[in-house]
């Protein structure tokens, strides 16, 4: 199984303040990497595939990046709807996998 | 708008059998995607569970195969889990979903939790 690893766990952050989440993969998955919001009791939201591509209806704000190993989620100005966990999911071979997810949280 | 909804049983208990139905709307489940089954134990990450594909072709996660089986039914355009042999360890919201050809999931049905417990 491909294991995917997130940091941080956590963070602390102000609206307005740009978020960096890094997710890292066991081995190369190219670019088979996606990434989801979970606000507390609802279910997870998409917000970008294949590592950059911005699922429709998603703001600007959110972008990825990366590729191989390596991948990033980055919010640029945190607004108040943002807080949520976050969870990297790859999508390179079965059993597909999750990362153990980041809460971002409200300095 | 495709949307997705759950339905079962909330309290199962150990050794018996968990059955999940997922109803579709707006999307007919035989014209394409597969569909799948994610779950969330309380305060945990997700678990891919498997998929099935609209010609009735299946995959599951090797940790659960040997108890899981997902069907559609094509008449109602929904589709099942059935986990056998639960253990405590069983106990999580479970979320149904579209996947799309490259493996992403959208969307999700709201999920719903089940409690395996005697």
């Known amino acids: 199984d491909i294991q995917m690893t997130q940091s941080p766990s956590s963070l602390s952050a102000s609206v307005g303040d740009r978020v960096t989440i890094t997710c890292r993969a066991s081995q190369s998955i190219s670019t088979y990497l996606n990434w989801y919001q979970q606000k507390p009791g609802k279910a997870p939201k998409l917000l970008i595939y294949t590592a950059s591509s911005l699922q429709s209806g998603v703001p600007s704000r959110f972008s990825g990046s990366g590729s191989g190993t390596d991948f990033t989620l980055t919010i640029s100005g945190l607004q108040p709807e943002d807080f949520a966990t976050y969870y990297c999911q790859q999508s390179y071979s079965t059993p597909l996998t999750f990362g153990g997810g980041t809460k971002v949280e409200i300095k | 708008q495709v949307q997705l909804q759950e339905s079962g049983p909330g309290l199962v208990k150990p050794s018996e059998t968990l059955s999940l139905t997922c109803a579709v709307s707006?999307?007919?489940?035989?014209?394409?995607?597969?569909w799948g089954w994610i779950r969330q134990p309380p305060g945990k990450g997700l678990e891919w569970i498997g998929r099935i594909y609209h010609s009735g072709n299946t995959y599951y996660n090797p940790s659960l195969k040997s108890r899981v089986t997902i069907s559609l039914d094509m008449s109602k355009n929904q589709f099942s889990l059935r986990l056998s042999s639960v253990t405590a360890a069983d106990t999580a919201v479970y979320y149904c979903?579209?996947?799309?050809?490259?493996?992403?999931?959208?969307?999700w049905g709201q999920g719903t939790l089940v409690t395996v417990s005697s």
């Open positions: 979903t579209r996947g799309h050809t490259l493996n992403w999931f959208d969307p």
């Open positions: 707006g999307y007919s489940i035989s014209s394409g995607y597969y």
